[in-house]
């Protein structure tokens, strides 16, 4: 396993808030807009910082997508923000059309994905996003998984040019990634490496895939664990070099299984490398309101189900 040290607990729209603050700090064509949810994506030392860099768009989404693909058009980087149902779901059309087919420099900042939003419920938890997104051409997803990741992928999100969709969210979590680890888009990060089983990792799951290898090498299995941070350009060769050496694999990702993570990774093996493979993904329902935590578990999403989808995808090699 590769070292690592918890530095605290952060949320990862944190890591998002405090990158803009440095971008605004060093990048004076990097302007921010939001639809009514500055305090939600933590924006708030970047606004007071530059005024004259950031524009309201109220709750009207759609026209906030347009704004922000005409400031990408008038030379601007501009990152639109709101909360990941609103960014996807509600605005696919303008997205579609004015940002991934004209191809313009807009990054999409979308928070409070996934079930661990909580509370709010299923109208607010959505698990379809990166589906959505990735089948866009000129798309790339990116998906972090805690606080210093997520600070890092904005950074990098805004020195590449073209159409980024940034995925992160609301609930406190560990910090484990080093502070100053570069951040390459479209290249997987390996946590730990073995014979015995692939685990693919993304966004939230990552924390619970660590501590599933960590319990599954106590016990003399030998995992390949990889952050796939990016879904889209997939990792590709990382992923099947993982795979030829353990011949099974588990997808672990806080979305529906049809379109995420897992999807991308069956539709490589299917194509280059057909291999057993388990996912830890939520299987075609809606999400419903409760803690974070509780939800995970209720959803299968947390570190015994990891567990048990390497031990499931172990016997299916055998």
């Not at 059309?97 to 004209?102: C, E, L, M, R």
Request: hydrophobic share 40%.
């Amino acid at each position: 396993m590769r070292p690592y040290t918890l530095t605290g607990k952060k949320d990862t729209r944190s890591g998002f808030g405090d990158a803009m603050t440095e971008l605004g700090r060093s990048n004076p064509d990097v302007v921010a807009l939001c639809a009514d949810l500055v305090g939600s994506l933590k924006l708030g030392t970047f606004i007071q910082e530059n005024p004259d860099r950031f524009f309201q768009a109220g709750i009207a989404e759609a026209n906030m997508i347009s704004v922000g693909a005409g400031l990408a058009l008038g030379g601007k980087i501009p990152f639109v923000s709101t909360f990941a149902a609103f960014a996807t779901g509600r605005v696919y059309d303008q997205i579609r059309q004015s940002v991934a087919y004209s191809n313009t420099n807009v990054k999409i900042a979308a928070s409070h994905a996934g079930l661990t939003l909580g509370e709010d419920g299923a109208t607010h938890q959505i698990m379809e996003d990166l589906g959505l997104m990735k089948m866009l051409p000129n798309m790339v997803v990116i998906n972090p998984c805690d606080y210093n990741q997520t600070k890092a992928a904005t950074l990098a999100a805004a020195a590449y040019h073209g159409p980024v969709y940034l995925r992160f969210g609301r609930p406190v979590e560990p910090i484990y990634t080093p502070a100053d680890e570069p951040f390459v888009i479209g290249k997987a990060v390996q946590w730990s490496e073995g014979n015995d089983v692939t685990i693919l990792a993304t966004g939230h799951l990552m924390w619970r895939a660590i501590q599933a290898a960590e319990q599954l090498e106590a016990e003399g299995i030998g995992v390949d664990l990889l952050n796939i941070h990016t879904i889209k350009p997939l990792d590709e060769e990382a992923i099947l070099a993982s795979v030829r050496k353990t011949g099974c694999v588990v997808t672990c990702e806080e979305h529906m299984m049809n379109g995420g993570l897992g999807d991308s990774v069956a539709q490589l093996l299917a194509r280059h490398l057909p291999t057993p493979q388990e996912y830890v993904a939520v299987n075609d329902l809606f999400g419903e309101s409760g803690t974070p935590a509780d939800l995970l578990v209720k959803f299968h999403l947390d570190t015994p189900d990891v567990v048990a989808a390497a031990r499931r995808a172990m016997e299916r090699k055998h």
